[in-house]
């Protein structure tokens, strides 16, 4: 069984950074990509972040020059480090990871950015 299993989220106040982080059970480098989605009360999920098998990486535009995804194939985690963060950055954030014909999510850790 795959598992996915987030942490890193805190409290922050507006203009600090935190790094959450991502393990995995598997090989990272079996799925075809994973991710960052986040989730903010009465708003739809949304996507953060993705980095392909290949090391390919997507952002959202709200994010991007703020927000860097990366992996660590020793220890099978995939990071995303969070500079300046803003208010509207506060959100519960999920991993994800697809794999052919499947998709998986871990729990989810909490962001709070204080103004």
């Known amino acids: 069984q795959v598992q996915l299993v987030e942490s890193g989220g805190d409290l922050v106040q507006a203009g600090g950074s935190l790094r959450l982080s991502c393990a995995a059970s598997?090989?990272?480098?079996?799925?075809?990509?994973m991710g960052w989605f986040r989730q903010a009360p009465g708003k739809e999920r949304e996507l953060v972040a993705a980095?392909?098998?290949?090391?390919?990486?997507n952002y959202a535009d709200s994010v991007k020059g703020r927000f860097t995804i990366s992996r660590d194939s020793a220890k099978n985690t995939v990071s995303l480090q969070m500079n300046n963060l803003k208010p509207e950055d506060t959100a519960v954030y999920y991993c994800?990871?697809?794999?052919?014909?499947?998709?998986?999510w871990g729990q989810g850790t909490r962001v709070t950015v204080s103004s």
């Open positions: 598997i090989s990272i480098f079996r799925f075809n990509v």
């Open positions: 980095i392909s098998g290949s090391g390919t990486t």
């Open positions: 994800h990871s697809s794999l052919v014909g499947n998709d998986y």
